[in-house]
C-alpha cells in the first residue's frame, strides 16, 4: 500500500533557527513528490516537486531534497511567516492524472 | 485570473440533508478531485475524475457523490448517509502530463459543520 509519512508532527523555532522536516514514503513507482504549504482555513500552495532521487529545489530560505525513501524540506533562517502547516505528497503508478498521496503534515511555529 | 473557486465558504447541514459544495476552474484542466481534511489530518482523497463524464472513488467516497458534466465543473454532494460530515473540503485540479507528476492547483476550501 502506498503511503506517506511525515514527521515530526509539530516543529516550534526560534526566528532564526534552522531545522529539516521528513517526509518518508512508500510508493510503487514515484511519479513525482510534492511540497505544499498550508495557511489555517486556506487551500495547500505548492512549494515544489521532486521527480527523482539525488533531486533538489530551493525557494528563498525553504529546500527540498530527495532519495530513494524519503524527501526532506530544509529551513534556514526561518521567519515568523514561514510558520505554517507543510504538507508532503505523492503521485504513485504509471498513468496520467492519479490522485495525490497526502501525509498528514508538519505544523511550523517561528516565534521572533 | 485563472484559478479554482469553491463555494460556499462556509455551509450548515441539517440531519438528514444532502448539501452540495461548488467547485469550478478556468485552468482548461482534465483532472478534478475532492479532498477531505480533519482537524491534525491530512488529506483524504474523495472521489476525482480524468476527463468529462467519467469519475473514480477515492479512498473515503461512502456517502459522498459527484458529477462531471463540464470540463470546468465538479460539484459534490454531501448526502445524508454521510454520518460525520464536519470537515474542511477542497477541491483540486490538475493538468496531466505523461512525462512526470503533476502537481494539484488547491481552491480555497468550504468548511461544513452539522447543525
Known amino acids: 500500500e502506498d503511503q506517506v509519512t511525515q514527521s515530526p508532527e509539530a516543529l516550534r523555532l526560534q526566528e532564526g533557527e534552522s531545522s529539516s522536516l521528513n517526509c518518508s514514503y512508500t510508493?510503487?513507482?514515484?511519479?513525482?513528490l510534492f511540497w505544499y504549504r498550508q495557511d489555517p482555513g486556506k487551500g495547500p500552495e505548492f512549494l515544489f516537486t521532486?521527480?527523482?532521487a539525488g533531486e533538489e529545489k530551493e525557494k528563498e530560505r525553504l529546500k527540498a531534497t530527495l532519495t530513494k525513501k524519503e524527501s526532506f524540506l530544509h529551513i534556514t533562517a526561518p521567519k515568523p511567516e514561514d510558520s505554517a502547516t507543510y504538507l508532503c505528497a505523492v503521485q504513485a503508478g504509471d498513468q496520467a492524472g492519479t490522485a495525490l498521496i497526502f501525509g498528514k503534515g508538519t505544523t511550523l511555529s517561528v516565534s521572533s | 485570473d485563472g484559478g479554482i473557486t469553491q463555494s460556499p465558504k462556509y455551509l450548515f447541514r441539517k440531519e438528514g440533508q444532502n448539501v452540495t459544495l461548488s467547485c469550478e476552474q478556468n485552468l482548461n484542466h482534465d483532472a478534478m478531485y475532492w479532498y477531505r481534511q480533519d482537524p491534525g489530518q491530512g488529506l483524504r482523497l474523495i472521489y476525482y475524475s480524468q476527463i468529462v463524464n467519467d469519475f473514480q472513488k477515492g479512498d473515503i467516497a461512502e456517502g459522498y457523490s459527484v458529477s462531471r458534466e463540464k470540463k470546468e465543473s465538479f460539484p459534490l454532494t454531501v448526502t445524508s448517509a454521510q454520518k460525520n460530515p464536519t470537515a474542511f473540503y477542497l477541491c483540486a485540479s490538475s493538468h496531466p502530463n505523461r512525462v512526470g507528476g503533476e502537481k494539484l492547483f488547491f481552491g480555497s476550501g468550504t468548511q461544513l459543520s452539522v447543525l
Open positions: 521532486l521527480y527523482s
Open positions: 510508493v510503487s513507482g514515484l511519479r513525482g
